[in-house]
C-alpha cells in the first residue's frame, strides 16, 4: 500500500480519561480528531507524532496502536489509529486548525464518521489491535449529510480534491 493511500489519527485523552482532545478544521469546519497524510520520508508513528504537532502545538509520545481502518470506498483512506498523551507545548492553532479544545466523552460534540467510533475504540483499552472496516463512512452518509449540512459536504469533497477554503 502507498503511504499516500494511508492516513493516521490520534486519540489524545485526559490523564482520567473523561475528556478527548478535538479540533475544528479550518478547512471543513468540523470538530476532528488530530491527524492526516503520512509523507514519504515517514513511519505512520512519526507522521502522527507530526500531525498532532502542527495541528494542535504538543509535542506528544504514542502510547499504543489502537486500530487499523479499512476503506470500503474512495471517500475514506487506510487508516491507523494510535492513542498518544501529551508531553509538552501549549494549545496552538495553524493553517490547519481553528480552534483546540477538550471535550467531555460523554458529551461530544457532533462529529463526522468515524471519530466517535474511534473515540470509542480508543476507551475501550483492548489487548488486541482492533481491525475494522470503515463503515460508516459511506456514500449514503454522504448524500444524508448533503441534505442536512451542504455547505460542509461541499467543503468536505473540495478538499478530498485538493481545494480548501481557509476560514
Known amino acids: 500500500m502507498k503511504k499516500n493511500d494511508e492516513s493516521v489519527i490520534s486519540c489524545i485523552f485526559s490523564k482520567d480519561r473523561k475528556t478527548v482532545?478535538?479540533?475544528k478544521r479550518r478547512d471543513v469546519p468540523v470538530w476532528t480528531?488530530?491527524?492526516g497524510g503520512i509523507e514519504d520520508n515517514e513511519t505512520i508513528t512519526e507522521?502522527?507524532?507530526r500531525e498532532v504537532l502542527e495541528e494542535t502545538g504538543y509535542q506528544?509520545?504514542?502510547?499504543k496502536?489502537?486500530?487499523e481502518y479499512s476503506p470500503i470506498n474512495k471517500l475514506a483512506k487506510f487508516t491507523h489509529l494510535f492513542e498518544s498523551e501529551i508531553i509538552s507545548g501549549e494549545p496552538?492553532?495553524?493553517d490547519e486548525t481553528k480552534d483546540i479544545k477538550f471535550f467531555d466523552v460523554d458529551n461530544l460534540p457532533k462529529l463526522p464518521?468515524?471519530?466517535k467510533e474511534w473515540i470509542h475504540d480508543s476507551l475501550k483499552n483492548e489487548k488486541t489491535l482492533i481491525k475494522k472496516k470503515l463503515k460508516s463512512v459511506n456514500y449514503l452518509s454522504l448524500i444524508k449529510n448533503l441534505i442536512l449540512?451542504?455547505?460542509l459536504v461541499i467543503r468536505f469533497l473540495l478538499a478530498k480534491i485538493g481545494l480548501t477554503i481557509n476560514t
Open 21 to 23: 482532545l478535538l479540533i
Open 33 to 35: 480528531l488530530p491527524g
Open 47 to 49: 507522521a502522527t507524532l
Open 60 to 63: 506528544s509520545k504514542i502510547r
Open 65 to 67: 496502536k489502537v486500530g
Open 92 to 94: 496552538t492553532l495553524s
Open 113 to 115: 464518521p468515524p471519530y
Open 149 to 151: 449540512h451542504p455547505i
